[in-house]
Structure formats: structure tokens, C-alpha cells
């Protein structure tokens, strides 16, 4: 048995549009982004949902996310204080992964 795990994100999966529509997708979701909690297996995303379409972004790119990436477990929670809570988490080396794919920076929050 290998120690070694199966992370790669499968974006030859994509058609030409589906990859735009992802694209667009992921801006218009992580451009909001206020807070990355890191937790054992993954991080969990906060992001405010004022404008109340966030479920809707969420709700068209996660099919996307676990097309090219399904190896991850998405969770979502919408707190009383009306944030919204994206869970990534995954395999051993998943915390890299995702700020490297995400674009993100967890010193920036």
C-alpha cells in the first residue's frame, strides 16, 4: 500500500465553456472572501452573504469543483449571523493544494 495520495485537479475535464463558467464561477465567489479558518483536514472559507447570491455561485460551481477535483468533501453552513461557511477538506496534502488552486493566501486573512 502507498502512502502516496491521488491529488490533481482534473481540468482536461472541462469543455471550453465549462472552464469559463468555472472560472467566472470561482472569482465571483472567492472575490468576497472574508476570513480562512484552517482546520484538521482542509479549511473552511467564510464569506458574507449580503447579497444572497452566493448560494446560487456555490450551488452551480460545486458540480464544477467535483468534476475536475473529487477527491475533495465540500460542506457548506449558512450561521445565524447570516455568513456563509465553505468546508474543503480532503486527503493528506490537501491545505497546499487548495491555496495553490485557489489562488489564495491564508497570511492574507
Not at 463558467?21 to 470561482?26: G, N, P, S, V
Not at 477538506?89 to 493566501?105: A, C, R, V, Y
Amino acid at each position: 500500500m502507498s502512502d502516496q495520495c491521488d491529488i490533481a485537479c482534473h481540468r482536461l475535464s472541462f469543455s471550453e465553456e465549462e472552464m469559463s463558467e468555472y472560472e467566472q464561477l470561482r472569482e465571483s465567489i472567492f472575490k468576497h472572501l472574508i476570513k480562512i479558518d484552517e482546520q484538521a483536514d482542509g479549511y473552511s472559507f467564510i464569506f458574507p452573504n449580503a447579497e444572497g447570491q452566493l448560494l446560487q455561485y456555490l450551488g452551480k460551481w460545486i458540480p464544477f469543483e467535483l468534476k475536475c477535483c473529487p477527491f475533495l468533501k465540500i460542506a457548506i453552513a449558512v450561521n445565524h449571523d447570516d455568513n456563509v461557511r465553505l468546508e474543503l477538506s480532503g486527503p493528506m496534502g490537501i491545505k497546499d493544494f487548495l491555496l495553490h488552486e485557489l489562488q489564495l493566501h491564508q497570511n492574507n486573512f
